[in-house]
C-alpha cells in the first residue's frame, strides 16, 4: 500500500513538472523602459502551445503619456502600418486603431511600475511566419521591436 501511494505521488510530481515545464516553453516576460527598450529582442512561441502569454512590465519611472509602452503582436510588413494608424486612435486607445484585424495580439499601454498580460490563440501563427512585436507609442517603433520566432 506504502510502495502505491509513493509510486502515485512521485507521477503527481512529474506530472506537475511537466506541466510547469509546458507552461514556461508557452510564456514570456518581456521589460520596457523609460530608454525606450524592451529587454529582449525576440521571443519563440512554440507550435506545441494552444495558448501563449506574453507579460509586458515597465521599469521605467515615467507616466504612459510621457513614456507609455505597449506590445503589438503582428506580422512583420504589417508592424508599421499598424503604428502610422494607430496615431489618430491616440493614448486612450493604446495608438491602436479599433478592430484592426492585422493585430495578432497586444497589451495595454502601461507606463512606470505598471504591468499587462495578454493570452492569445497560436492558430493565428504558422511555423515559419514572419511575425514581430513592436511598442504603438508615437515614434517607439523605431526602436521598440523585435522578431516574434514561430516553430
Known amino acids: 500500500m506504502f510502495a502505491k501511494a509513493v509510486a502515485v505521488s512521485l507521477l503527481t510530481l512529474a506530472s506537475a513538472s511537466v506541466f510547469a515545464a509546458d507552461e514556461d516553453k508557452c510564456a514570456v516576460t518581456i521589460d520596457s523602459t523609460d530608454q525606450m527598450s524592451y529587454n529582449s529582442k525576440e521571443f519563440t512561441v512554440d507550435k506545441s502551445c494552444k495558448k501563449f502569454t506574453v507579460t509586458l512590465t515597465h521599469s521605467g519611472n515615467l507616466p504612459k503619456n510621457v513614456m507609455g509602452h505597449n506590445l503589438v503582436v503582428s506580422k512583420t510588413a504589417d508592424m508599421q502600418p499598424i503604428a502610422t494608424?494607430?496615431?489618430?486612435?491616440?493614448?486612450?486607445?493604446?495608438?491602436?486603431?479599433?478592430?484592426?484585424?492585422?493585430?495578432?495580439?497586444?497589451?495595454?499601454?502601461?507606463?512606470?511600475?505598471?504591468?499587462?498580460?495578454?493570452?492569445?490563440?497560436?492558430?493565428?501563427?504558422?511555423?515559419?511566419?514572419?511575425?514581430?512585436?513592436?511598442c504603438s507609442f508615437p515614434g517607439h517603433i523605431s526602436m521598440m521591436k523585435g522578431k516574434v520566432v514561430v516553430k
Not at 97 to 105: L, V
Open 85 to 134: 494608424d494607430g496615431l489618430s486612435a491616440g493614448i486612450d486607445k493604446g495608438y491602436l486603431k479599433d478592430g484592426d484585424a492585422r493585430i495578432i495580439a497586444h497589451t495595454k499601454l502601461i507606463g512606470a511600475g505598471e504591468s499587462d498580460k495578454i493570452t492569445f490563440d497560436t492558430s493565428k501563427l504558422e511555423a515559419g511566419g514572419d511575425y514581430g512585436f513592436f
